[in-house]
């Protein structure tokens, strides 16, 4: 059964620390993973975007890692900001299908406190 | 337009009512999604629509659940017969390409449905 799996489900950290989201999936024959920011009230919004080869992808404060062996990604934010709070999603494209073959995590909630 | 643009934002009806969503998807893109999100879960795919092919309707989750969407335009999410489990936020997104390579969704803001 394909499905993703992130954790934690909700996080709260202090501004300017760092943090980790992990994702891991059983989506096969996998495509792509996709971190998306979802913020309070607003559709989702794409972060960056990792391929079967991609290992690390950065995009800056940003870092997504993929280990296609294990099947598992993380998010790895750096010097949080109290912007940076909101509901991180992992979504993961099946081989060849159309995108709405796409499957959601359930989301991260990262809550920054100043 | 610039982005993907969805009305109402919120809609608070009566069960057994029935409910129309619209989409507005951006300019020239030919992939049209409908998604709903419950409170504290991951979206689920209710239909996809691609150009002028039949629609992927797999995901609608009952015979109340009805989308059209006339060429690369506009698309209307319509529920019947609203029952309060329908209550969710119902978030649209539009791609410039229907294929899961490097293409990205757009999402609009999502129409915050409460059925009492």
């Known amino acids: 059964k394909n499905q993703v799996e992130q954790s934690p489900q909700s996080l709260i950290i202090l501004e300017g620390k760092n943090c980790t989201l992990q994702?891991?999936?059983?989506?096969?024959?996998?495509?792509?993973l996709r971190w998306y920011k979802q913020d309070t009230g607003r559709g989702p919004v794409s972060l960056t975007i990792?391929?079967?080869?991609?290992n690390t992808k950065s995009n800056g404060r940003y870092t997504a890692t993929l280990d296609a062996d294990t099947k598992q990604s993380s998010l790895h934010i750096t010097a949080s900001q109290l912007s940076d709070s909101a509901s991180y999603i992992c979504?993961?494209?099946?081989?060849?299908?159309?995108?709405?073959?796409?499957?959601f995590g359930r989301g991260t909630q990262l809550t920054v406190w100043p | 337009g610039a982005g993907v643009s969805q009305s109402p934002s919120n809609k608070v009806t009566e069960k057994g009512k029935d409910v129309e969503l619209r989409c507005d998807p951006i300019?020239?893109?030919?992939?049209l999604y409908w998604y709903r999100q419950r409170l504290g879960q991951g979206l689920e795919f209710l239909i996809y629509?691609?150009?002028?092919?039949?629609?992927?309707k797999s995901g609608l989750p009952s015979d109340r659940f009805s989308a059209e969407r006339t060429g690369e335009s506009v698309s209307t999410l319509t529920i019947q017969r609203t029952q309060q489990e329908d209550s969710a936020v119902y978030l649209c997104?539009?791609?410039?390409?229907?294929?899961?390579?490097?293409?990205?969704?757009?999402f609009g803001a999502g129409s915050r449905l409460t059925v009492l």
């Open positions: 997104a539009s791609s410039s390409s229907g294929f899961s390579g490097a293409n990205v969704l757009t």
């Open positions: 994702c891991n999936y059983t989506v096969s024959p996998f495509s792509n």
């Open positions: 990792m391929t079967f080869s991609e």
């Open positions: 979504v993961v494209s099946v081989r060849g299908s159309t995108l709405g073959r796409l499957y």
């Open positions: 300019s020239g893109h030919t992939a």
């Open positions: 629509f691609q150009g002028n092919s039949a629609p992927d």
